[in-house]
C-alpha cells in the first residue's frame, strides 16, 4: 500500500476513534460524516452547545484511551432496511438520511472494538486503532 493510501486510511481512522470519544462521552450527540482531508480529518457533530478548548482536551484523553486498547476496526454489511432501523434506534438522524440517498440495498457498516463506536462507512481503515500515533 502507498503510503499516501495509508495515510488516508489513518486519518479516517482517527475520525471514527474521535467520535467514538465523542460519544462515550456525550450520548446524545447525533454524527453526520467524518472524512480525512488533505491535512487531517474531522467529523461533524450535532452537540446543543459548541465544543470548548476543555472539552478538546477531554475528547484527546478518552481517544488516547480508546487507542491503547488497540481496538480493530471490523467491516460488515447490512441491508438498506436493517441499517435504517439501526441507525433509526440509535437516534441518528443523520445516517438515516445518508442511507435513504444511497443507491445500493446493501450498506458498509464499521464498528471500532467491542461495544464501540459503529458508523456507516465505506471505509477503509487500518486494522486497529493502536496504529495511530
Known sequence: MA???YLDRLRHSCAHVMAQAVKKIWPEVKVA???SIEDGFYYDFDKAEPFTDKD????????????SKKPAFVQTKMSRT??????KNRGEDYKVELIQDLPDEEVSIYST???GFVDLCK???????????
Open 56 to 67: 478538546l482536551k477531554v475528547i484527546q484523553k478518552e481517544m488516547r484511551k480508546i487507542i
Open 33 to 35: 460524516i467524518g472524512p
Open 123 to 133: 471505509g477503509p481503515h487500518i486494522d486497529n486503532a493502536g496504529e495511530i500515533g
Open 113 to 115: 472494538g467491542e461495544r
Open 3 to 5: 503510503q499516501e493510501e
Open 82 to 87: 436493517e441499517a435504517l432501523t439501526f441507525f
